[in-house]
Structures are given as structure tokens and as C-alpha cells.
């Protein structure tokens, strides 16, 4: 194959990560395909080079889409010169379904597209199944049912499988974290996963540590909050500082704090599957702003938002949304949980099956050969 050129445009610390697997396998198959991207320092450490930076474009509801809006302007005119530039064979869009469907328009079909980690149509806003028919040459999913809702639809869809599968695992021993970080084995240790963008730390984490605090003072617990690298310590630092509690922050090893832990409190979002993928049982927790909210809410026509009840297409774990997050109504719900072995059971093997339902592993090694099958 003569050297091509592919441009990724992902918007969100998930997004890098996914694009990061599926850009190292495609390289890893050919290394004469050249790829740019919109995206941060996993693509940049997969040997991509990047256009663009996403630090500055991770929004969270309505509000913030239109304080962003300048630049979101300013990207797509910056991306169309670089079109004409590096005259890519293919954009592979992943997920930041808000920027992309609109870039694809904009795109006109003049490029072949591909769509890895659709938007969730199937949830909300299925206007724009017309949008993906009409400007994505193919979809890749993670999800089965997805897979089988496209092609109800009549859209060129590829089902691989979810590459959390190969990357959700832990780097260090139990043992030596626990010690690391000063932990009694004899205490519960319970993960607080606030999010990876700075709007969903600053509205749970808060709702979190609240929680933790009224668990503290019932059971002898210990508690990691599983730190995002997207995001500074400071914002953190702010909100910490006004709880007392038998705490620890730890920086970009997620899978390692899910690991000494007994239960976690978790935000609605890819954390979930990871939590689920590791086995351990846990509630979600997610909070935005009021406004965001009631404009989101009508949209949703599922009844669920944790992806693992989405998956299960029933209720595996406890979801606390928005004015159901009060730190007094997850507390009560997580220390019956935790009283209740039987119960950790179910949940632990509930989501040993929607593990299952995710595809085997080398999911991303199977995207980056129908990627390249698709440039041929």
C-alpha cells in the first residue's frame, strides 16, 4: 500500500484513549499510514502527530458548548486547512459527536469517513441517524446491541468488541499500593471515581466526599479518589481541603485504585465499564448543572445511564442522578450494599456478564484492520 494519510478527531480524555489504541495497532500493522490528530498525550505517545491539542475542548452540557463556541469555530476552519494540506484518505471520527457529525457535514463526503465509538443515538437525539446515513461511509461499535440497531437502520456497521477489554488491568501489586499509600488491610477501601472533566469534578466529587464522610463515621473505611491527569490538582486540592476524612489522591492509575478497593463510588461515563471490567461492585453518581439537566433530560429515551445497565438492559447497579445525589441517600444505599454479601455477589457476577458481552479482547487490533481494509 502507498503511504496514506488518516486524520482522527476525537474531544475528550476517552476519546484519546480509544483513538490511542486503534491508531497503535493500524501502525503497528503498516507504518507507512501517516496519522494526524485532534486529540492529547496517549495519541502523541502512539506515534501520532497531533494538529491539535484537546486540553481546551472537553464540554459538559449545553452552556458550556456555547462559551466554547469561538473555538469550535475556529477548529473546524483550522482542520479544513489541514485537510487541503495533508490530504487525508480517510477522517476517523471518535465520539465528540456535538463537533463531528457537524465537521462530517461540512466534510461533504469529498473524504471517505469512518465513525469509531458512534454517537448513542440509539438513546437520545435519533434525529440524527439521517446525519450518520448520509455522511459516514462506516461505523465501528463496541457494543453488540449497537451493532444490531444500525443495521435496523441500514448503515454500514462493524462490530469489534470494547478494547477496555486489553487495557483495564492493574500495573502494581495489591499489597505494595496499599502500603504506598500508609492503607490498613484491615480497613474497607472504598475508590471515588469524580470524572475526567474538570465540570464533573468540581459538581460530584463535592457529593462524593460527602458520602464518604457520612460512610467514615458507620465503618472503618479508607478512601481513594482515582485522580484524572486531565485535569489539575488544584481544582482537587479546593475541594478536598474542606472534608476531613482518611483520604488519598492518586494520579493515572485508576485501575490500581479500583483494585485495593472493596466498592466504589463511580461517575457516569467510561469509568463504569472499567469499574465492571475489574469486577467490583459500585453505585453511580452524576451531577450537572440544573439548567443542563432539564434541557438533557427530555432528550433521553432510555431508562438508564450507566452503560452497564444500558448493556444489561436492566438494573445491575444503583444509578444516583442529579437531585437523587444526595450524599444521605448514596450513603444509606452503599452501607446496606456493603452489609449485605449476598448482594455483592449478585452484582459481582451480574457484571462478570455484561464483562462477557463485551466482545473478546483485540478489539482494537480488529477496528485497525477494518480501518485499513477500508483505505485499500
Known amino acids: 500500500m502507498a503511504q496514506k494519510n488518516i486524520i482522527i478527531i476525537c474531544g475528550e480524555a476517552s476519546g484519546d484513549l480509544n483513538a490511542a489504541i486503534i491508531a497503535k495497532e493500524i501502525l503497528k500493522i503498516n507504518r507507512d499510514i501517516k496519522i494526524y490528530a485532534v486529540g492529547g498525550e496517549l495519541l502523541r505517545n502512539a506515534g501520532v502527530q497531533i494538529l491539535y491539542d484537546i486540553k481546551e475542548l472537553s464540554v459538559m452540557g449545553l452552556f458550556d458548548v456555547l462559551k466554547k463556541l469561538p473555538k469550535f469555530f475556529a477548529l473546524k476552519k483550522f482542520l479544513l486547512e489541514k485537510i487541503k494540506e495533508t490530504k487525508p484518505h480517510a477522517v476517523i471520527f471518535v465520539d465528540f ?25 440509539w438513546a437520545s437525539r435519533q434525529g440524527r441517524i439521517k446525519t450518520l446515513r448520509k455522511y459516514i461511509s462506516k461505523i465501528i461499535v463496541l457494543f453488540r446491541f449497537e451493532e444490531e440497531f444500525y443495521k435496523r437502520q441500514g448503515i454500514d456497521v462493524d462490530f469489534t468488541g470494547h478494547p477496555l477489554l486489553d487495557i483495564v488491568k492493574p500495573t502494581m501489586d495489591k499489597k505494595e499500593l496499599l502500603s504506598g499509600l500508609k492503607f490498613l488491610e484491615s480497613k474497607t477501601t472504598i475508590a471515588l471515581l469524580p470524572g475526567s472533566r474538570k465540570q464533573e469534578i468540581i459538581k460530584i466529587l463535592p457529593v462524593m466526599l460527602k458520602t464518604a464522610q457520612i460512610i467514615g463515621k458507620r465503618i472503618d473505611a479508607q478512601f481513594v479518589i482515582a485522580k484524572s491527569p486531565n485535569v489539575g490538582w488544584d481544582i482537587y486540592n479546593r475541594i478536598i481541603k474542606k472534608f476531613s476524612l482518611d483520604l488519598k489522591v492518586v494520579e493515572g492509575k485508576t485501575y490500581d485504585c479500583l483494585n485495593i478497593s472493596a466498592f466504589a463510588l463511580v461517575a457516569s461515563g467510561t469509568a463504569t465499564l472499567e469499574t465492571a471490567i475489574m469486577q467490583k461492585p459500585f453505585v453511580i453518581i452524576y451531577k450537572m448543572g440544573l439548567l443542563n439537566y432539564l434541557l438533557y433530560r427530555p432528550q433521553v429515551k432510555i431508562p438508564y445511564i450507566g452503560m452497564v445497565n444500558i448493556i444489561a ?36 457476577n451480574n457484571l462478570g456478564l455484561v464483562k462477557s458481552s463485551l466482545g473478546e479482547t483485540g478489539a482494537g487490533l480488529r477496528a485497525a484492520q477494518i480501518i485499513i481494509n477500508f483505505l485499500k
Not at 456535538?98 to 469517513?113: D, V
Not at 444503583?318 to 437523587?324: D, G, H, N, R, V
Not at 445525589?325 to 449485605?340: F, T, Y
Request: glycine share 2%.
Open 97 to 121: 459527536s456535538g463537533f463531528n457529525l457537524r465537521f462530517a457535514k461540512e466534510i461533504n463526503n469529498t473524504i471517505p469517513t469512518i465513525y469509531y465509538i458512534s454517537p448513542q443515538v
Open 313 to 348: 438492559k436492566r438494573k445491575v447497579v444503583p444509578e444516583f442522578i442529579q437531585l437523587k445525589a444526595s450524599p444521605k441517600r448514596i450513603s444509606a444505599e452503599v452501607l446496606r450494599i456493603l452489609k449485605n454479601q449476598s448482594e455483592l455477589e449478585e452484582m459481582k
